[in-house]
């Protein structure tokens, strides 16, 4: 963590405080969360290019597990593509969420498009937390270097759970699952500092369980719109 | 060299899932982007999308505790939401330090495993 460096932070610099920003806590508990998607990749019959190839077409945990268990069980193509889609719907919001800090960096658009390719929990999380302090016109690149960082990480630790699978003992793999929502739940509270994203983190965990078992897959969906409305709505009436 | 089931072995399973994973994946992001763009960060619309990406990620957090799969879900629940909330409180007693959070949450997960079964 180098502190307000007197020269102007050039775009290689900004790409590797990205980079290394990404082996610091949060990605870390992610890497150990990564071991068991590498053994369950393993387990439902993937190749080790296969299980490598999912968090590089996909950069999404979640997803990637859902993707990898419909092909196991042979599921059709268009259930799995819908399946995945589902959970991918909360990238959208997020996307938005981050865009704000990924502008203004004078290049062209595209490159936008290529840098939300790393939206997903983790890096979106440390993105809102260390983006406001890189100056506007490095903000995409740094990202891109955070999601270079995380590809690495998060392909180098598929492919230790890939070779790990069975030697580690069930609870010290249960361990290393539980680190990954709990980092996110942590972090996330961390960095909202509206009353409304504070209410809303609470409407998630409190409408999350009867969204799940009354309609599974459209779950996290109706969470967020319900639970993020009334967050928003109830976060207006406190502060006017 | 594919162990895998019908379409998912055609071109050594990376074609379907390149289909089933980047094209179902990736449009939202792009969507997001497009939208984002052109929305005032400070706007009402911008502070309720935030709200809504938050407590979709509140839930998605939530779902993995509550209903685990694989290894996590052969701890019992009482275990796992208690050590939940020790991390919680860990967090908050020490600043709102997430090493500290993360820490206590897992040990007490393991120390409870052992202890309440």
């Known amino acids: 963590m180098s502190e307000a460096p007197p020269q102007p932070l050039t775009h290689a610099r900004a790409f590797w405080r990205g980079t290394l920003a990404m082996f610091g806590v949060p990605a870390l508990v992610l890497y150990a969360g990564i071991l068991g998607y590498g053994a369950f990749a393993r387990e439902v019959g993937l190749t080790l290019g296969q299980a490598l190839a999912l968090p590089i077409f996909l950069q999404a945990l979640p997803a990637q597990v859902v993707l990898a268990d419909h092909a196991a069980r042979g599921a059709s193509l268009a259930a799995a593509a819908l399946a995945v889609s589902l959970t991918a719907v909360r990238f959208l919001p997020m996307t938005v969420v ?51 960082g995380i590809l690495a990480g998060t392909l180098v630790s598929t492919a230790l759970g890939y070779f790990a699978a069975g030697t580690v003992p069930q609870w010290m793999a249960a361990a290393l699952l539980f680190t990954m929502p709990l980092t996110f739940l942590l972090a996330m509270i961390e960095t909202a500092r509206a009353r409304s994203d504070q209410l809303a983190i609470v409407a998630g965990i409190v409408l999350a369980p009867p969204a799940y078992i009354w309609l599974p897959g459209f779950d996290l969906l109706i969470t967020g719109l319900v639970g993020g409305t009334l967050a928003w709505v109830l976060g207006r009436r406190r502060t006017s | 060299m594919s162990a895998l089931p019908g379409v998912w072995g055609m071109w050594g399973g990376y074609l379907p899932f390149f289909v089933a994973g980047f094209l179902a994946c990736e449009p939202w992001r792009w969507a997001g982007a497009l939208i984002g763009r052109d929305l005032d960060p400070n706007g009402e619309v ?24 694989g290894a996590l879900a052969s701890i019992s629940a009482p275990t796992r939401y208690g050590a939940a909330l020790i991390g919680i409180g860990a967090f908050f007693a020490f600043r709102k330090n997430l090493g500290v959070g993360v820490v206590a949450g897992t040990l007490a997960l393991i120390v409870g495993h052992f202890t309440l079964g």
Do not use: D, Q
Not at chain 1, 103 to 129: C, D, M, N, Q, Y
Not at chain 2, 47 to 62: D, N
């Open chain 1, 98 to 148: 981050l865009m704000p800090w990924l502008k203004g960096h004078g290049g062209p658009r595209w490159h936008e498009l290529l840098a939300v390719h790393f939206v997903a929990v983790t890096v979106w999380i440390e993105g809102l937390r260390r983006l406001p302090a890189v100056p506007a016109e490095v903000r995409l690149v740094c990202y891109l270097g955070m999601g270079m």
């Open chain 2, 46 to 69: 911008f502070i309720w999308v935030r709200a809504v990406s938050s407590a979709i990620v509140a839930g998605l957090v939530t779902r993995l505790v509550a209903f685990p799969t």
